[in-house]
């Protein structure tokens, strides 16, 4: 496998998308991308991004992407939190999917964090076995839980 894994750049954000878009599409959910190019790049670029997009290439082409960010949990202290890792349809199961894992984990080392997460859905098998292979704990007892913002909102009108 020939790979190149770096920082993704405002020049990347477009692939990112196309891969966000996909990993969407996988999970069905193809509607659900709300964000643009511009978003990624105003928030993942710059002096102080949000988040830490690493891309992988093969070839020149950017073949996955794996978009991390910090969180604190009062319990542990710093932590990295994975928000997806996607590598296009037609590149998986050739090792790029671990190579972007890999970098991850580096990554979180290197910052010295106290706890990489992330979410899998619970019919993604293939993803979950690489997780549990890999050493990872799952939290089965613990709930996602989200308030997208239609129900933020109409959460803040009732109590305002």
């Keep these: 496998m020939n790979h190149l894994i770096r920082k993704a750049q405002a020049k990347d954000m477009s692939d990112v998308l196309a891969l966000i878009t996909e990993l ?13 190019i511009d978003t990624l790049i105003t928030h993942g670029t710059g002096s102080n991004p949000l988040f830490t997009c690493f891309v992988i290439e093969h070839e ?4 996955g992407m794996a978009l991390v960010y910090y969180r604190f949990s009062t319990w542990e202290g710093k932590s990295l939190h994975l928000e997806d890792l996607i590598v296009s349809k037609k ?23 106290n706890r990489v ?12 076995s690489f997780y549990e ?12 839980v989200q308030m997208n913002k239609e129900r933020l909102q109409k959460y803040i009108d009732s109590i305002s």
């Design 24 to 36: 969407a599409v996988f999970e069905n959910e193809p509607n659900a991308v709300n964000i643009s």
């Design 60 to 63: 020149g082409e950017i073949v």
């Design 91 to 113: 590149y998986r199961g050739k090792g790029y999917g671990k190579a972007l894992y890999n970098e991850v984990m580096r990554y979180a080392k290197s910052q010295n964090v």
């Design 117 to 128: 997460e992330w979410v899998v859905l619970d019919w993604n098998t293939d993803a979950i």
């Design 133 to 144: 292979n890999s050493g990872a704990l799952f939290l089965k007892d613990w709930h996602l």
